[in-house]
């Protein structure tokens, strides 16, 4: 469950592969969802695993472990994103994480208070902020994909220049007295809004991994990650 730092896991004696479950943290707001992802994973008994589990986005406070963070509150300009939920090995950099579920994009208020929601997180590309856009999506943040953050809203705006791109990991901010929402953590992180819902970040699995399932949206709250281990036939 969600602590707000760095968790560990020591693979027990016998066991060779691990199924994965993982959500990834909401954004402020009614909508941006963390995703969802499941997999199958390779591993050798007595490995260290890093585990870290996302938290939510509250107001202009981001999420833990790569949300994006909110500009001003006012209005209810501003929300954060949610942060990613991931599993790391080796040396437990952003480039060693095996499975992630990306973070919920935070809300804006271009309609009114909190009327522009951020976009879900996971899937292979996070939900853009225009997906619950109040208006026509001009100023929402794109998705993460897996090769990209996602992009933000335009700092052409005169309020929205503090706006930013999401990045490997973490979700597009914005700079104080900025209005705009912040994108959600992922793989790669969802794209601030100006005005409008932020994007989620997207979700991702070693290229080993089998058995994978993705899906967009469906956490609310802070993440989670479950951790199923099989004995090996045989005696160890």
Same mark, same amino acid.
């Given at each position: 469950s ?12 016998? %066991? ?8 990834? /943290?909401?954004?402020?707001? &009614? ?7 499941s ?8 490995? #260290? ?21 909110g500009?001003? @509150? ?35 208020? &271009?309609?009114?208070n909190? @009327? /522009? ?30 090769t ?8 052409t ?6 706006? &930013?791109?999401? %990045?490997?990991g973490?979700?597009?901010? &914005? ?5 705009g929402s912040g994108g ?7 794209g ?15 290229? /080993?991994?089998?058995? %994978?399932?993705?899906?967009?949206g469906g ?11 099989? /004995?090996? #036939?045989?005696?160890?």
């Amino acid at each position: 469950s969600y602590t707000g730092s760095t968790q560990s896991y020591t693979v027990p004696a016998g %066991v060779s592969s691990l199924t994965i479950e993982a959500w990834g /943290a909401e954004g402020y707001g &009614n909508e941006g969802e963390g995703g969802y992802v499941s997999a199958d994973l390779a591993v050798t008994a007595g490995e #260290v695993l890093e585990i870290y589990v996302g938290g939510e986005g509250i107001g202009t406070t981001a999420g833990y472990n790569g949300g994006g963070q909110g500009g001003s @509150s006012t209005h209810g300009q501003g929300g954060s994103g949610g942060g990613a939920s991931d599993v790391r090995r080796g040396a437990y950099t952003l480039n060693d994480r095996i499975i992630v579920a990306g973070g919920g994009g935070g809300t804006s208020g &271009n309609c009114g208070n909190n @009327s /522009a929601e951020g976009g879900h997180g996971g899937g292979l590309i996070g939900m853009s902020g225009c997906v619950f856009s109040c208006s026509d999506c001009q100023y929402t943040g794109a998705g993460g994909t897996q090769t990209a953050g996602g992009i933000a809203g335009p700092t052409t705006h005169g309020s929205c220049g503090g706006n &930013n791109d999401g %990045v490997f990991g973490i979700g597009g901010s &914005n700079t104080p007295n900025s209005y705009g929402s912040g994108g959600g953590g992922g793989w790669y992180g969802g794209g601030s809004g100006c005005y409008e819902g932020a994007g989620g970040g997207s979700s991702y699995t070693d290229p /080993a991994a089998s058995n %994978v399932v993705h899906v967009q949206g469906g956490r609310t709250g802070n993440g989670q990650i479950v951790i199923t281990s099989a /004995a090996t #036939v045989g005696c160890p």
